[in-house]
């Protein structure tokens, strides 16, 4: 586990979408008319949260589309953001964009807000699988959005790509990748297909009418990911996480991962101050309703227990290759984990699944495509 | 005494039993319209749900008749399915008469026809009570006339009534007064009175649910049970008027409880008579039927350490359910358990069921299995239930397995499909008769074991619900019995194991492996499942080791979900058996009970 940092990271959920992605689970709408009431409303929650006594070294406007907002609106809740918050020039401040959303005016008017990193959800660079996946852009529009954030002056560039489609071939995802390697952004984010309940395309799968590619296979991409990503220069440094070096790792992603605190706003955004995890209501006239009548929009408040935390702590320290910081994990939870957990991690060795040193125990690339099934081993051997 | 009646009522399934009795309680108003639950005696949750009564219950209602006179009418409801022959019987044992319920639509049927017989035994007084005659296919005349002929009766007494519309209840509640015979029994008699029933209570111990035949009880008495000569002091008699209603003494022909801090399950037998212990009777009640448990099955507890819960609940089951039998077994896969017997499989998924919700266990359930007679090869004969029982192959010289007689009574158009089943079965057509011009009562000769398991859904599938079977057992016939196992990963699973006909073996055993397939959580490594007779493996199948297993995406939204999921697997898992390294899921155990269907 990396050094946590008690710095706080802000999270900004804009719920809004041209359209909705068949694979997408996360929250969003496509009724348009309804941003400037969020946006109200959204002053409001920043105005409750308010906290100018901590520093904030991250701030992440995700979605949602963000890049659908007029750019004057995305420079207005930076603006509020930053009277609220304690905001410097060294933080990290990501926007996430989409293909075709955003011109090199509008980048370089990000850039003047403060923006120092830009997420682009590219997903594929094939037509066919962008299709599938219900994307509203092209290849092409991907490769011009990609150079609108260069010639705009972002040097932090980083990308969104999903794996492991119906039907995809090895060869078809290595074209990716390396059409991506090609582009040199300094962050690249890599997702296997995942299948979400209510999501069209989980409902397709439901029903039979999607076959999802095997898992061999999908192992098999993974394994080739990390070689090639690795061949190219970039770290695997979380399950689904690549970056030029540890310098250009997502600061405020491993917030999460961390334990670190956050604040997140909007509909549906999760926040984490330990012991403590809250979250806001997911559908935006909930969120809205509550803001109204000026109280916060929470809508499940969590107070962990130690066991509640151990099992996080596992999880998430497990999903990163620094793995786990066996002198902070003995100081957190007072525990020695290779005692702790000898009778199961023994058999992980063995398999090379896992290696460990005198400061940190983490999973390899094998051990990493079993994290969830090792993970509830080891929360079974918790008294 | 003159003003006291003792009825059942005795229906097929469905034929309306339950709403007409709810009906005459509202009749008597002792129960607010306000307060009133429909089918107000199916107290228990699972039988409101599945529309069936299994557990009798008994009310006392005050009813004051057209001619002026003040009555106590006891009804005491029977359960209407076919494993529950014995409850009925004891019910009407205590009874001088009986409405017998007929669905003017659906007409008499095989059930309607059994609990007649019964009644009969019981030189019951009957009445006949056409329900349901506000349906548009209802059909009177084609009713009164299967009374005539079916069941011998005069259908000039019949009443028409639908109890949904409160039509005929009236007239119910008159011809219960004027034509069924008050008690014949002697106030001044040493006390002889009829355990027919008890449930437990947890506040105030056993309550025993009796019938004075004649004497008097009240509270103080020391009163002495009949077959084991076990004294208690009478702490409350009383009524059952839908509460208990503490009364100062309960007189010969009444229906009654007592309580008198009777903790044990062992102490109290139903049919057992309840006498004086100053002053006994001389001759106990005679007979009721011994209730003989046709089905056996084993129940574990998922946990070992619950062992001792599992023994607690199923002993105050027992308080409630006569006709559960049970004694210590034990499972190289499962530990300490129970085995046992129950009347049919309707009983034992009723158990099952009672356990998990009323009692909050979590169980395995073995595969069901009738009794067999195994002789062996020096002559000696054994009575087998349990596949873990059953003897060295090499050493039997012959197996027997139990035939029922079925009844079943179909419209004439399934004819065909019931032969097809019964047959399929293993069944001998051993006769039939048109009861009218459409309908037929079909006989056949069954192995018990071929109908124990969902012969009662499939006739109703393959009749639209208009099938009606009952049966009895007649005899048992020789048999070519085998053992079918199940290997998990090259492991015999004992829990697993079934006894079944030569013939099947090869069905079952492919039926079982896909099932488990379906239900083993994929692991690490390949699982393999065999089923095998002897040392033969007859079927296989694979459950593919995990390739991946990994959750991509996790970021602030996903973190608290995919913790509630770990803690929530860590709980499932401990409703898991682990069998060698493999893990297996109570729903895998419960897959191969469902093995006889085809699908």
């Known amino acids: ?383 | 005494m003159k003003e006291i009646r003792n009825f059942s009522i005795i229906a097929h399934i469905d034929h309306g039993k339950s709403t007409l009795s709810d009906r005459m309680i509202q009749a008597t108003d002792i129960v607010s319209d306000r307060n009133f639950q429909d089918q107000i005696l199916d107290n228990m949750d699972i039988e409101r749900e599945r529309g069936i009564t299994i557990k009798s219950q008994t009310v006392c209602l005050p009813y004051k008749a057209n001619n002026g006179k003040q009555y106590h009418l006891n009804l005491i409801d029977t359960p209407g399915h076919v494993d529950f022959t014995y409850e009925v019987s004891r019910a009407l044992a205590s009874c001088e008469g009986a409405l017998l319920l007929i669905d003017a639509s659906q007409g008499v049927e095989a059930q309607t026809l059994a609990n007649l017989f019964l009644a009969l035994e019981h030189d019951l007084e009957i009445i006949p009570v056409i329900n349901k005659i506000d349906l548009p296919s209802a059909d009177i005349e084609r009713v009164k006339k299967q009374i005539e002929d079916d069941l011998g009766l005069d259908s000039k007494s019949a009443i028409l009534a639908s109890a949904k519309e409160g039509i005929g209840i009236a007239e119910v509640m008159e011809a219960v007064i004027e034509k069924l015979p008050p008690p014949q029994a002697d106030p001044d008699a040493p006390l002889k009175a009829l355990i027919f029933d008890s449930h437990y209570d947890p506040f105030r111990g056993t309550i025993v649910h009796f019938r004075v035949i004649d004497g008097r009880i009240k509270a103080g008495d020391q009163i002495r049970f009949m077959s084991n000569n076990a004294t208690y002091k009478v702490e409350e008699v009383g009524l059952f008027q839908i509460v208990r209603n503490p009364s100062k003494e309960i007189t010969a022909g009444q229906v009654g409880y007592l309580i008198a801090g009777i903790k044990t399950v062992s102490d109290t037998r139903c049919g057992d008579t309840i006498t004086l212990d100053a002053k006994p009777c001389s001759v106990p009640m005679s007979g009721f039927k011994e209730a003989k448990p046709v089905v056996f099955a084993s129940i574990y507890p998922i946990a070992a350490d619950d062992y001792s819960e599992l023994t607690v609940a199923l002993e105050k089951l027992k308080l409630n359910d006569a006709s559960l039998i049970y004694e210590k077994d034990t499972s190289v896969a499962l530990g300490f358990g129970f085995r046992c017997g129950f009347l049919g499989l309707l009983h034992l998924e009723v158990v099952q069921e009672r356990l998990e919700r009323e009692f909050d266990q979590s169980i395995i359930l073995t595969v069901p299995s009738v009794q067999y007679k195994i002789i062996l090869n020096d002559g000696s004969e054994h009575i087998v239930d349990n596949p873990a029982l059953y003897p060295d192959p090499t050493t039997i010289e012959q197996s027997l397995e139990p035939f029922i007689k079925a009844s079943i009574i179909v419209p004439d158009k399934y004819m065909g499909a019931v032969m097809k089943l019964c047959l399929e079965r293993r069944g001998i057509n051993k006769n039939y008769q048109y009861l009218t011009s459409s309908r037929i009562e079909m006989i056949f000769e069954i192995p018990l074991s071929e109908v124990i398991y969902d012969f009662y859904d499939k006739l109703k599938t393959v009749t639209q619900g208009y099938g009606s079977f009952d049966y009895e057992i007649i005899d048992y016939r020789i048999s070519k019995l085998v053992k079918l196992d199940i290997l998990i990963n090259g492991e015999r699973v004992d829990a697993l194991s079934q006894l079944v006909h030569e013939d099947r073996a090869q069905q079952r055993g492919r039926i079982a492996c896909e099932r488990l397939k379906d239900e083993i959580p994929r692991q690490m490594f390949k699982i393999a499942i065999q089923g095998a007779v002897g040392g033969k493996i007859i079927s296989r199948s694979t459950v593919n080791p995990f390739r991946k297993d990994v959750t991509a995406k996790c970021y602030g939204g996903d973190i608290s979900r995919k913790r509630k999921l770990l803690e929530k697997q860590k709980k499932g898992k401990k409703r898991m058996k682990m069998v060698g390294k493999v893990m297996l899921p109570q729903s895998a155990f419960l897959a191969v009970l469902k093995t006889d269907s085809e699908s």
């Open chain 1, 1 to 383: 586990m990396q050094e946590t940092g008690s710095n706080l990271g802000i999270y900004v959920h804009i719920p809004f979408c041209e359209s909705k992605c068949r694979y997408c689970d996360f929250y969003s709408i496509t009724d348009k008319g309804l941003i400037s009431n969020y946006l109200s409303a959204l002053q409001t929650e920043i105005d409750l949260m308010a906290r100018p006594d901590l520093k904030s070294d991250t701030l992440y406007i995700g979605g949602g589309t963000p890049s659908l907002l007029h750019y004057k609106q995305i420079g207005q809740i930076v603006d509020q953001i930053t009277m609220a918050f304690n905001l410097d020039v060294t933080t990290e401040m990501t926007l996430e964009v989409n293909p075709g959303t955003s011109t090199v005016r509008d980048l370089q008017d990000y850039a003047a807000f403060g923006f120092n990193r830009i997420n682009i959800g590219i997903q594929s660079f094939n037509d066919d699988y962008l299709g599938f996946l219900g994307r509203q852009h092209n290849a092409k529009q991907s490769i011009v959005a990609i150079e609108a954030a260069v010639s705009a002056g972002f040097n932090n560039i980083g990308l969104d790509l999903i794996y492991g489609l119906p039907n995809q071939s090895q060869k078809d995802w290595k074209q990716d990748l390396l059409t991506a390697i090609k582009l040199a952004p300094k962050h690249l984010s890599c997702y296997m297909l995942t299948y979400e309940p209510h999501t069209p395309l989980g409902i397709d799968h439901e029903a039979g009418r999607v076959v999802p590619l095997s898992d061999i296979r999908i192992a098999d991409m993974f394994r080739m990911t990390h070689d090639i990503l690795g061949t190219a220069g970039y770290e695997h440094y979380e399950i689904s996480n690549f970056s030029r070096g540890s310098r250009w790792r997502s600061r405020h992603n491993q917030k999460y991962w961390n334990l670190s605190p956050y604040v997140g706003l909007g509909p549906s955004a999760h926040s984490c101050s330990l012991p403590r995890r809250w979250w806001n209501h997911r559908d935006l006239s909930s969120y809205m309703d509550a803001l109204k009548s000026g109280h916060l929009p929470i809508c499940e408040d969590e107070h962990l227990n130690q066991e509640q935390q151990l099992i996080e702590g596992l999880y998430l320290g497990l999903r990163q290759t620094d793995g786990i910081d066996l002198k902070s994990f003995q100081e957190r939870y007072q525990i020695d984990f290779q005692l702790y957990f000898s009778r199961a991690l023994d058999q992980y060795f063995a398999e090379n699944w896992m290696s460990i040193d005198e400061k940190n125990c983490r999973l390899t690339v094998e051990g990493m495509l079993f994290l969830d099934r090792i993970i509830d081993e080891l929360v079974e051997l918790i008294d």
